[in-house]
């Protein structure tokens, strides 16, 4: 469990006289509760933790907490289930004010989340379907970002093509990116799918190249893997790599991190494309979110992230190397302009 609070170190009494001021003018222009932020508390409540993409949306939903003043407990599951359901009742148990659940599979955080609506605290999901009218959900528009990648896809290798297909159903984000996988299929009937396969073992990347070395064996005519998921593109390129097939098969996948465009970028990669937000910014919105909530306005049921199109020969012509490259070179990555009332304090500003 960790905490982050704005704190201001030590520093020269006068300085901390007109930081004390300035907090205090900030202060008056919040609605109630963030007048006085520091008694504020939220939880995160996370299921999938493993990856940069988790980092990152750690970081994002870390910054936005700072930014308004807020007291943040994480609390994390570790894709335990029932364990993450138990969590939502140790921050009901806390007296938080505010809860954002971070994925999680429906039937044990349906009831846990009723739970904490009960207790009157405020609550806010992302990428798990807790069926919930009180509860908004922060979604990346996963249908958008398996659209980019599958138009991508037709783009780069034409109508009709042998397709491997990483899975795992009971997973909200992945269950919408399938749907629109289905939608592909039937528009196309020349993408015929060899093979569907996919795990959330940890790690997941090794766990899904283990079972990706079996498919490229059994399936040798496979030319397009779509993997919309990051880890499980990593697991898809390993084994690629390590069957000498890089030149054959392109991947396309969802979701960015530095390592991924490192992993885009080498010579001869199979990674092609993939459409992305900014993992941070979905933390930051997950977390202005709950704060309009708890400031009595409406962010609306369904609170959309935007998704950006990332090409193998984007970073290549841009030459970008890292997350700050890419939100500096493609500014529709950087931020995005949901869940911002006039009055919230924004990272950094």
Avoid: C
């Avoid at 009157?120 to 659209?147: C, H, M, T, W, Y």
């Avoid at 005519?221 to 390993?238: L, R, S, W």
């Avoid at 997350?323 to 931020?335: D, T, Y």
Wanted: proline share 5%.
């Amino acid at each position: 469990m960790s905490f982050t609070r704005r704190t201001f170190g030590k520093l020269a009494a006068g300085l901390m006289a007109a930081t004390a001021f300035a907090g205090s003018a900030l202060a008056a222009d919040m609605p109630a509760p963030f007048n006085d932020p520091g008694k504020v508390k939220i939880a995160l409540v996370r299921y999938l933790s493993t990856g940069d993409f988790f980092q990152s949306y750690l970081s994002g939903v870390e910054a936005q907490a700072k930014a308004l003043g807020v007291d943040l407990r994480v609390l994390d599951s570790r894709q335990d289930a029932a364990l993450q359901a138990d969590m939502v009742d140790q921050a009901i148990a806390l007296g938080v004010n505010g809860i954002i659940i971070q994925h999680g599979l429906t039937e044990s955080m349906k009831e846990a989340a009723q739970r904490a609506v009960d207790a009157g605290i405020k609550v806010v999901a992302f990428d798990v379907n807790v069926e919930n009218d009180k509860i908004p959900q922060v979604e990346q528009s996963d249908r958008d970002l398996a659209r980019l990648a599958l138009e991508q896809a037709i783009k780069d290798n034409g109508e009709s093509w042998n397709a491997g297909y990483v899975y795992v159903a009971g997973i909200a984000p992945l269950d919408r990116r399938d749907e629109t996988w289905k939608e592909f299929k039937a528009k196309y009937p020349g993408i015929k799918e060899k093979a569907m396969f996919g795990t959330l073992d940890n790690p997941i990347a090794n766990s899904v190249a283990n079972q990706a070395r079996s498919v490229i064996s059994a399936n040798p005519d496979i030319t397009v893997m779509f993997a919309p998921y990051d880890e499980f593109a990593k697991g898809v390129k390993i084994a690629v790599d390590e069957a000498g097939l890089s030149s054959s098969v392109k991947i396309y996948s969802a979701d960015i991190s530095t390592s991924d465009i490192a992993a885009m970028r080498e010579p001869g990669s199979a990674w092609a494309a993939t459409a992305a937000t900014n993992p941070a910014v979905v933390g930051q919105v997950s977390v202005r979110a709950l704060a309009m909530m708890l400031a009595g306005e409406d962010p609306g049921h369904n609170v959309v992230v935007p998704p950006t199109l990332i090409t193998q020969k984007d970073l290549n012509d841009n030459d970008i190397k890292n997350m700050e490259e890419l939100s500096a070179k493609l500014p529709q990555f950087a931020h995005a302009d949901v869940a911002v009332p006039a009055w919230m304090p924004l990272p950094g500003k």
